[in-house]
Every structure is written in structure tokens, then in C-alpha cells.
């Protein structure tokens, strides 16, 4: 089979490529990747070639966001061809202490698929250790198994706020993540959940979702100090410190977003006697099989979130569809079809 | 307004009595009782006089899972007249280190309604602290209000288990607090929910409620050992080594029901290695908010678990029903009615 | 028995005054106060008038870390008169949702001692609930007493900063707080404790105490990110942000001080894959138990820390020694000496 | 080099062999052990052939306590020749659930050390992976390395009791693993430990150590039920239960010992409304590194527990000795030394 492949050379630019077949080691399984979601880390490294410490030095292939089906195994994989499966993009070493207490995504020799020099997903067949193909019930399509990676951020970010029956919860931003955020809040017990935004369309996809409010941060955010959790996942500027302003004495937050500055600017002084906790929010460990539980029973719902597909060969057009579509919400490659033209 | 009042002078015997008005302290409120709901330990009281070491002494009222309207309050309680609320049964002394620590529930001085010598609900007036009669939200009438105790023994026991989203909860008894739990376990984010149960009647009234599975434990229980957690709230001797053998490593217990049996014979031997740990249940503590906001939501389904009601002067009947009545689920006694023949 | 009482008519000025004796309720004790320490929080009232939020609007009496003998008692109460014991400075409303959680220091209606507008502890006698006036075993002497407070300060500290055994921990300030963080720290199973100051005074006393490390960060701090702690002592602008470059991944801050900066400039990006937590920490709930038992066994060692005493009529010479006595560690105010000049 | 090793070629036999040196994996390192711990459960498979569900079906190495020192080391193992270390014993698949979740000892392909089929330390060599052998400062020998064992489970046990800051312990029973649970809780923040034995010679060692009580419980337990924890190191028919009926409201134990009975009797009745946890305790995850820490900074002492020492050719002897000497604490195997008569 053909590894037909979207590489990023240099910023700016996607190219296909054929390459190599993976092979599978003995506990791996290949994958044809069958839906990528396009994350905004991707646009980023697309647009700038780095984020933060993480710069692309040579060719790199994009796209963490995965579903597909085995249809090569290595000898002792766990998963036989044919098996459907989403993708948790970072394979950790296993054996350092951060791995052995189970916090295997704070390993500083994992390797996270489109993080430089790693290369991630938009391509025909991706070869993973087994125990990172996770096997989808039949509730689940592909698109549905690529939304697991997000889902598993505000899954996350629920457990790094300490999310507790019957939490007011805010979360600001209204992209993917926010929205998934809120659906993973809701099944998690959260008593109520209230998202921001600023932008007409993601208010607007905001609206049409089982949410117990939406409000419009566009001209500030003038809320009372009432909420419990505060789930940062807008990444604006301002938007952690205005957030932390409604938190409710004993209030935590979890920071998902975060602007490329360096140096936020919190108001310490006034959230200091109400206790409020913070908390950084870098990916996930072991969440994909809540992820899926979740949304195999209905208690998350992983609809209405892919608004443009694409074709392999159009990967650079998914890249660059944010920058020119406001109602764009999640955009998919998948790779099987070489040409799809974006919509939904 | 006369306080008329069902009052167990022995064991065996309800007689109405009128009592006196209550007066409330100047933080009280007196609740005009709507809706109180007939527990396993009111109907234990009536028949046997005793409780362990709570034993009846006296004239007693029973009856603790009580809501109603605010009709008097004292001159610095929080809720006006007209206030509808939900009441907390138990109020503990608020200094001692258990009150201090939010363990409230543990209090050495607590006093619970219904439990000897404090008297109970079976009444048309009741004075209570303003903080131990929550407001209902206009979603939840009076029974609904009253189902919130046993929905509070639910979402406690599974805090005493440890719930975690995705879990594989497996409750035992299909009773209300059984099947509470389980509206309870669904809501903070259980993976899947099984529900096991003897009684034709009570397998067929857990066949209609939105559960994972319903399993029929009459000829014992023969289930793999993959459980996360284990909420026993059957009572049945037996039911609890039983539910142990079911549990995965790492899998938690929370005891809810305990049959009157002193002493439990548990199959230490075989969980040891797979590290179980066992909580028991003794009420709860601070669930009433939470279980108000699951409720008022949806996220808790409090309907169609009142299968019998009865007037007052029938308390006697309501605690006698389920002997005779095998499709029983939860009795109510509503107060303001002198006269209901039990009919749902 | 005669009231001696310094008040601060206005910043900047204590004057001595007889006020009445104190009558305590049924479930209070009147204590002889026998020692107070001066904390920056009362050097700050007296020379600013306010801290915050909080405004000093009348004649207030400062001083919250006090410790003394019962002398009086309410017909409840539950310790006799001649019951040593120390004070806890916040008592609750005992009703609102914090109390009932157990986090009764986020309590909005707590009355805490020297917080404006309530009276402190610079007097002979002062009433408190029975259940804030701690026993003091027989080992701990009053001027210990009055060091449970700062030490609650430090335990609380580690509480929020989900202190596990074997944690190396970073304390930045090597004030009372600081130092009493520290022997926290260590009793609680802390692997290391480093701790950090940048005067020669506070440093040579930090050297002079049971660490694993003292660092000069006069100079600025230029250690490896290998802390699992940081316990932010110091106040000092630039403090947090500095210490958090030094936490491991997964590492977790509590911010005891605080600048009179409302901002906090803070490098996030820096620390957002490493996953960082960071809480507030404002006063305590539930320490003194746990102080008492860990004071009283040599577990924490309150030795070495008072470095000046003070009469009740030297109390302005106590607010203001700080600024002109480089080795002052921790002042004492000893109400029943009307006159003590300050030396150690 | 010849590689001297004890074998158990059936229960009640122990037979010296030399066997070939093992060979490292990339990532292992070979041991040369110098000093293993003897352990009751060595005991049992030597005596019993079985313990539980574990059975000798063929020739067996026993012992699972070493430390040695480092003489080979494949290419990429992360400890060079001659760094001394100490062994952990289990090692587990990586993959699982349980090992990503960082419950690593609960895996089920878990390599435990002398637990059929895989052999165990009694020997002169021995291959781990490299992070299974955790290098030993220099204030530990290797006699205090391999007693690192049996404080890891002591650790292990104070967590899975959740042992806060100032709670009162209790301890049943003066084993090593009772001792050195009692140095754990110390280190963690005890406010009290206090131990239980019924033989005078574990009550003599006992009262040698820094405890706050040593209770004779040889005429049964008649405690206050005043403890915060339980930990049943004692293994004693009727010790939890005893155990148990001394736990304050809100209790915890943790159940290290299990007598040979599958069943066990628990008063759950009476510790119903304490509403008391009781969580089984199955070796340990991750405890290395704290038991190292707490040791080499003394805030554990390892001194005074090792009472006989033997060559390996006297392995037989080591196991055998606790029947026929009341006063052995516990007896060290030193493969270096082909003879030693066990004097300690």
C-alpha cells in the first residue's frame, strides 16, 4: 500500500509525499488513518514553524487528532487486523518516574505525534504501540474517534480543576476544546456550565449546544464571583485573569489556552482570600478510556462539531480554512479521499 | 394551625396525636410538611423498636425524608414564609471536630430526625435551622424534594467509593436508594451502570430505569471480576461478599445497606491482592446542594419512583405496605392529606 | 480584673486603654493572654491603616496570634477556668457552605481577631468560643501557643500544595512563616527542604535551623527545576514567579505571601508543560489539632524563633522593631508585663 | 563469575546450585546482591509450598529484599558498573491500565521476585531493568537497602490508610513490617504511634524503638476507639476485627497481614456508623524513592531490625530460624558470605 503523505517543509508550505510503509514492531499496530481533526497547534506550527520551545527543523508531517483501522499487526499486538481504533498521540517512555506514578504525559522522553521532530498523522498509514490504538465501539465512527484527542483535553482539564458533583462551571472559549470541555463538565456532574466568547459564530455554535448559558464576552466579562471551576480554553489574552475574577471563594481553574506570551498578568492580590488554585493544563494521561466510555453511552455528545472535511491532497486547505471561515468549528482530513473540497 | 402528628408509642402502634405548634428559634424555619417518604429504618423502628444501638424509649415520631413550605420563621432565619425546601434531617453540634472538619454527619451530637429520642417528620409542622431546609427550585415539587434524602445517600456513597468517570459501577438492591445511587453514579460519570436485584417486582421496576444492565442475583451472582465499583445497598446478608468477588483490582466498595447481622464474613483472602478498599455509608454530608442541582437539571431522574401514597392518618399503612404490597417501591406520606388509601 | 488594652486610634500611633472586662456567652472562655506575636499583618494595619480590601475605619486593637489561660467560663463552655490554651483567631459563621465543607476560612462572615473592624489580641482579656481556645499539653509554653499560628500558617501551606512524602520542597522566605513552613514541611515527610532568603540576617537564622539547604537569592535564584514544591513565603515581588521556574514537572506552588501588587506577573508559558499548579493560601482550617500534636511531640520544633519580647505598654515599640532590628526574628508582646524592652 | 544460588527444589528443602550469570537486556543491569531480607512469605513457600492462588510447581528461588551493587550493565541501562542499589522486586507489564494509571502493582503479567514461577535474590547475581534497581546514597548499606522492602510496604500501607498530619495511629503488630510501618507514620506526620504485639520478645523490640505506646494485647484489645488509623501488620486471626472496634468516627484501616483464612469476620455493625474504610494493602507502587529519601535523612531509622545474619549457604537456616528463635527480629541473607551462623 501506498503511504501517501501531506509533509510541511518548511512553514508555509504542505507537499504530498509517498513514503516508506510503516512497519510494525512486534507490539505495534498500523493504522490506516482514516479522519485527522486539525488542532490550532497545527495551524500554529503550520504558520510559524514553533511553538514555545518546540521549533520544526526539518520536514514535518502535521495532525494528532486520529482515527482509523489496523490492517497490519506486529506479532504480539493486542489488536487484530481489522480492528477500528482512535489514536492517543504520545507514547511515553514507560519507565521514568513521572510513567511510574502515572503521569506518563509529564515524561520528558515522550514522543507526541506532530511535535517536532515527531512526525503526526495526516498521512495514509501511521504505525503505533498497541496499548496507544485504542479500540472504538461500533457507537463511534472515525470523526468520533479523531474528537476523542479533544475530548481527552477537557476531560483533563476537569480533573486538573478538580471538578466535583453538582460545580458552576465557566469555561471561556468556544472552540473544540471549549465545547468538548463543556460536554466532558456536563457528564462529569458539573451543576451547571456557562461558556464565553467573543466571535458571533461561536456564540452562535455555542447556542445550539445543552449548555446553561452562553454569554458574550466580547465587551468584557462582568460576572459574579460565583463559579467553582473556571476552564480556560480560549487562549486570548486577558482571558485567564478575567475568568479568575468569577471564581467563587475556593474556586479552581484549569488553564488549557494560553496566549504566546510568556508572562500572564494574574490578579493575585484580589483572588488571594478566596483560595483559588490554578492550574496548568498540558495534555492528558489515561483519559481515552473514560473518552470513550462517555461517548459511547450518549453521556458526552461528539455531534455538530465537524463543520469542513477534507482531502488528503487538501491538507493545506484545511490548514489555512480557520483564517477565512468564521463558522468553522472542527475541521477533519480524511485521509482516504484524496480530494474533498472543505464542506461540511 | 394544629400540629396534628402520626406518633409511634410502641413498637407496632401509630396513634395521631395533636401537638403543640412548633415555635421557631431565631434562626429556624417551621415547614408546613408535604411529602415525607417511608425508609427502610422508619418501617425497622415501627416493627422492632430498635435500630442497633438507637433504641425507642419512648413515644416517638418517625418519618426523615421530609420537604414542604416555609409557614413561620424566626427573626434572622434565611428563608421568608412561602419558601419551598427540602429537609436535611440531621443537625450536628457545629464545633466539634467532625463539624469543624465538614464531617458533620459524624458528629457525636447530632440530631437526626426519626432517630430516638428526636422526633421525626410523620407531622403536619416542623421547626428546623434555616440552613438544614433547602430551597427548591420551582423544577422539583414536594415528593421530589423528599426523594432527595435517599438520592443523597446515593451521591454519597459513591464519594465514599471513590466514583470516577468512566467507572463500571455495579450496585446491588434495587430499592430506592439502590436505584438512586444508580441516577447518581450515571450523573457523575460512570461508564456503565448494573444493577442487580432478587425480587421479580424489584427487576422489573429496575428494567424500566435508563440502566447499563439489569441482572438477576437470585441464584447468586456470577459476574466476571471487572467492577471499578461496588455500591451495596441491598441489606441482604451475603449481598456484600458477594459484590467483592465482583470487583477488579483496585476496585472500591461503598456499604450502604447492612443487614442486622453484627458481624460480616467478607472474603478478605481473595480481593487482598487485588487491593480492594471498603467504605462503610452513614448518611452523608453537604449533599443537599449537589443533589438539587443533578435534580433540578435532569441529570438525576426523579420520577416515577412514588408508587404509593397515603394521607396522614394512614402512616400506619404506609409503613406496613410493603410486607403485603411486592411492587412497593417508595411509600409517601403526604401530610396534608388526613386520608389516602395508598393508591399510586 | 482591669482590661489593658493597646489600640490603634489611627495609623501610626497605639495608645493604651482600660476597657471593660469581656463576659463570655454560655460557650465561651475568657482568656488571660499571656503571649502575642507581632505579625506583618499588624505592622502593616499600624503603619498603612489597611491591607487590601480590608480598611481600618476606627479605633481597632491589633495582634491575632495570642495564647493564654482560661480565667473565665461560660455556663457551656467546655474548658474550666485555669485551662491553658491558644487561640484560633477566625471563628465562622458555622452555617454557609464553606463551614459546613470544613472550609470555614473562606467563610464571608468569619470574625477574625485584628481584621478590621474586630478586635485583636494586644489586652489582658479576650472572650473567645470554647472551641477556638485550643488546650495546650503540657510541653508547650504559651509563648509555643502563640506560634501555632504561623505554624498553622505553614501547614495549611503544605496542605495546598498537596505535600506528598519524600517532596523536595522550596521555601522562599526565611521569616517566622517561612521557617515554621519548613519544620511543616520536614514533619509532614518532606524528602529536602531548601529554603531561600536574600538578607544576611534571615539567612544566618535559617542557617542556624534543621535544613537541607540554604540558598542567598540576593542575587537572584538560579536553581534547577527539580523542586515538587514551592512554598512562597517571602512576599517579595518577583518571589513566585522565581521559585516557579525551579518547580519540576507536575510541581505545585502555594503563594503564602503576597506584594501589595494587586498584578502578578507570571511565566506560564514557562511552566504550562510542566503542568504547574498554583493556590492561593489565606490563613487555615482545622491546624491547631494538628499543630498542637506536632509542636507537642518534637515533631516541629518552636524553638529559637522569638527573638524580642515586649510588654503590653512597649506594643508600639513591638509594631515598629522590625524596621530598625535586622536579627528580629519574631517579636512577642506579653500582655501581663506591663513593661519588657524588647531584648530577646 | 559462578553464580551460587539457594534453590527450593520442593517445600522444606533448600539446595545450593550454581547457575549460569544472567546476561542484561539493553536496559537491565546485573546485581551482585549482598544482602537479602527474609520474609514471612519466604517462609511460607519454603514451609507450605503456597500461599493463596500462588503454588511451586518447580524449582524456586526465594527472597525478594536485596540491595547489592551494580557489576554489568547493558548498553543503555542508566546505571554504570558500581553504583550500589536497591531492588525493587516487582516488575510489571508497562502497558496495562494499571501500569499507566500508576498503579503499577496491580498489573497482572506483573515479574514479582520469588513468586512462582519467577525466581527471587537468594543468589549471587541477579538482572533487573534499571529502573527496578534504584541507586542507594551512601548513608544506606546494603543491609538498610534491602530493608527498603519492607518500608515501602509500610509506606505503601500509611497511604492506603490516606495517614494525615497528626492523626493517632494504631499498629497491630512489632514484625518488621509492623516496626517499620510504625517509622512511616512517624515520618508522615503521626501525631501518635502506638503498637500492638502479644509474644514479649516483639514487645521487648518494640519498646526499644521511638514509639508513643507499646499496648500488650496478648489478653485481647481494649483500646478506646479513639484511632484514626489502623494499620494490621500482625497478620493474627481476629486482629482486624479487634483492630477495627478502635477507630475513631471516620476511621481508616489498612490491612497489610492476612491470616491464612480466606474469610474473615468483620464487626462491620459496629463500625457502620463510624463510617470506618478498611483498604487492603498488596505490595507497592512507586515507594523507592520516598523510603530512600526518608532514610537517608533519617527521618526513618532503619537501625536496630536486622537481629541474625547468615551466609547463603546457610539459607536454610535463615528460614528456618524464626520457629526456633523468639527473639529474631529479622534475619539477613549475605550472598557474599558462603558462611555465616547466624549470630547477629
Known amino acids: 500500500m501506498a503511504n501517501l503523505t501531506a509533509v510541511l517543509p518548511r512553514p508555509g508550505e504542505i507537499v504530498l509525499e509517498e513514503r516508506p510503509e510503516p512497519r510494525p514492531g512486534p507490539r505495534d499496530v498500523?493504522?490506516?488513518v482514516e479522519a485527522v481533526g486539525v488542532c490550532g497547534s497545527d495551524v500554529h506550527y503550520y504558520r510559524h514553524g514553533r511553538i514555545g520551545s518546540f521549533v520544526v527543523t526539518g520536514p514535518l508531517v502535521l495532525g494528532h487528532e486520529a482515527a482509523g483501522t489496523v490492517v497490519a499487526a506486529g506479532a504480539e499486538a493486542a489488536h487484530p487486523v481489522g480492528t477500528r481504533v482512535?489514536?492517543?498521540?504520545?507514547?511515553?517512555?514507560?519507565?521514568?518516574?513521572?510513567?511510574?506514578?502515572?503521569?506518563?504525559?509529564?515524561?520528558?522522553?515522550?514522543?507526541?505525534?506532530?511535535?517536532p521532530p515527531v512526525d503526526g498523522a495526516f498521512t495514509r498509514l501511521l504505525a503505533v504501540p498497541d496499548d496507544f490504538a485504542h479500540p472504538l465501539p461500533e457507537q463511534l465512527d472515525a470523526e468520533q474517534g479523531a474528537l476523542l484527542e479533544p475530548l481527552s483535553v477537557g476531560i483533563w482539564a476537569c480533573r486538573r480543576a478538580d471538578l466535583r458533583p453538582g460545580d458552576r462551571v465557566l469555561i471561556s472559549g468556544a472552540g473544540p476544546v471549549g465545547l468538548l470541555a463543556a460536554e466532558a463538565a456536563r457528564a462529569l456532574g458539573a451543576g451547571s456550565?456557562?461558556?464565553?466568547?467573543?466571535?458571533?459564530?461561536?456564540?452562535?455554535?455555542?447556542?445550539?449546544?445543552?449548555?446553561?448559558?452562553?454569554v458574550d464576552a466580547a465587551g468584557g466579562l462582568d460576572l459574579a464571583p460565583e463559579f467553582d471551576v473556571l476552564l480556560e480554553c480560549s487562549g486570548a489574552p486577558g482571558a485567564l485573569a478575567a475568568g479568575l475574577r468569577c471564581l467563587a471563594p475556593g474556586g479552581r481553574a484549569a488553564v488549557v489556552g494560553l496566549s504566546n506570551e510568556d508572562e500572564v498578568s494574574l490578579p493575585l492580590g484580589l483572588v488571594h482570600d478566596r483560595e483559588v488554585t490554578v492550574g496548568m493544563v498540558f495534555r492528558y494521561a489515561h483519559t481515552w478510556p473514560t473518552a470513550i466510555s462517555l461517548a459511547a453511552t450518549g453521556r458526552v455528545d461528539l455531534t455538530g462539531l465537524v463543520s469542513h472535511r477534507f482531502g488528503l491532497a487538501q491538507t493545506e486547505a484545511?490548514?489555512?480554512?480557520?483564517?477565512?471561515?468564521?463558522?468553522?468549528?472542527?475541521?477533519?482530513?480524511?485521509?482516504?479521499?484524496?480530494?474533498?473540497d472543505g464542506a461540511a
Chains 1, 2, 3, 4 share one sequence.
Do not use: N, W
Not at 498521540?89 to 511535535?115: E, K, N
Not at 456550565?193 to 452562553?214: H, I, M, N
Open 86 to 115: 482512535a489514536i492517543e498521540p504520545g507514547v511515553p517512555c514507560r519507565r521514568c518516574g513521572q510513567c511510574r506514578a502515572g503521569s506518563y504525559h509529564l515524561c520528558r522522553d515522550i514522543q507526541f505525534l506532530a511535535t
Open 30 to 32: 498500523v493504522v490506516a
Open 193 to 214: 456550565v456557562t461558556v464565553t466568547a467573543v466571535s458571533p459564530s461561536r456564540l452562535a455554535v455555542a447556542r445550539r449546544r445543552r449548555l446553561d448559558a452562553v
Open 318 to 340: 484545511a490548514l489555512t480554512a480557520g483564517a477565512t471561515t468564521p463558522d468553522l468549528v472542527k475541521a477533519m482530513v480524511l485521509p482516504p479521499h484524496e480530494s474533498l
